[in-house]
């Protein structure tokens, strides 16, 4: 009980802190990424870090999103998560997500109405059930999101690997195709995890710096 009152109070601390930098940096009028990772993940897992450390420089911020018990993803503390570190979006914000971070991702920006945004990029990512058996199924069902809605956000791209054996490389192809984005496929790169060797990303990098220099 102790353990659980100090895990709330550190992510409501880090929640108060987040949102300051981030009403901060829109006053300043500054680039902000916003990195969402997926099931069983942390935001010190894969490339995420790498992202951050290539990426953010004195005119862009890069918030890597640390969601709670990501082995027993819950949708109302993940979005509770989103709409604490995230007060606010504009053309100037970004996002990077990853697998169940992405659908987490559009049905917060559905949620709350955001077309407006500078980009996004989604990596290894779905909108409907993955299986039959899949012990996400309830998270996905009561994330559903209107695929149709996204069409209009003009800065967009699609990661996916051929052999990804945790999501089907046809649910993340159907996905790009749904929400009209162009999609990039990465020959025998499984499910992008740090123990694949994916400890940096740097097609991902490479990709987000020129979605960030298009006007």
């Given amino acids: ?42 935001i010190n897992d894969h490339w995420f870090l790498d992202l951050k450390h290539q990426i953010e420089d004195e005119h862009t911020a890069v918030t890597l999103i640390p969601f709670p018990d990501s082995e027993h993803p819950d949708v109302d503390a993940w979005q509770k998560i989103l709409d604490e570190q995230i007060p606010n979006v504009n053309e100037n914000t970004y996002f990077v997500a990853h697998s169940l971070g992405v659908i987490t991702l559009l049905h917060f920006l559905q949620r ?24 996400l199924d309830a998270y996905i069902a009561k994330s559903k999101v209107d695929t149709n ?46 123990r694949e060797g994916y400890t940096t990303f740097p097609q991902v990098v490479d990709s987000l710096k020129e979605m960030l220099e298009k006007k």
């Avoid at 077309?115 to 899949?134: C, N």
């Fill in 1 to 42: 009980m102790i353990r659980k009152l100090i895990l709330l109070v550190l992510f409501g601390l880090m929640s108060f802190v987040a949102n300051a930098k981030t009403l901060e940096l829109q006053e300043k009028n500054m680039r902000q990424i916003f990195v969402l990772h997926g099931y069983s993940a942390s």
């Fill in 149 to 194: 809605y996204f069409k209009d956000i003009k800065k967009k791209l699609v990661y996916l690997s051929d052999n990804d054996d945790l999501v089907p490389p046809k649910l993340t192809v159907q996905l790009a195709k749904d929400i009209d984005a162009p999609y990039v496929i990465v020959p025998n790169g499984g499910h992008f995890l740090g």
């Fill in 112 to 135: 709350h109405d955001y077309q407006h945004i500078g980009g996004m990029i989604l990596v290894s990512g779905f909108s409907g059930p993955l299986s039959d058996i899949s012990p």
